[in-house]
Nanobody
């Protein structure tokens, strides 16, 4: 499974960004869950949002009501819609997918600053 994240950038507080993750590879049909994680400088990597093959989603409490995860019908792209961004959302965001193991994309930087 290969994962390619994109869409990060610099945004002002209160702004929005949409991250995309292109999913490919011969084992991509075996993916059970897709997720977005983030890691701020000096902090551990934490899960932000997850979507299961069933379509069920789980959003971290810190971003509930502001972030949403979705995927296209072919499961070839997974998205993270981020609204009302705040400085504490500044981090490298990683897309991830799990089969019998977990795969990671390369990360995309999100910086929230005025």
């Amino acid at each position: 499974v290969q994962l390619q994240a994109s869409g990060g950038g610099l945004v002002q507080p209160g702004g929005s960004l949409r991250l995309s993750c292109a999913v490919s590879g011969s084992d991509s049909g075996s993916i059970n869950t897709w997720a977005w994680y983030r890691q701020a400088p000096g902090k551990e990597r934490t899960r932000v949002a997850q979507i299961a093959k069933s379509g069920d989603t789980n959003i971290a409490e810190a971003v509930q009501g502001r972030f949403a995860i979705s995927r296209d019908i072919f499961n070839a792209n997974v998205y993270l819609e981020m609204n009302n961004l705040q400085s504490e959302d500044t981090a490298i965001y990683y897309c991830s997918a799990a089969t019998w193991t977990r795969f990671w994309g390369q990360g995309t930087q999100v910086t929230v600053s005025s």
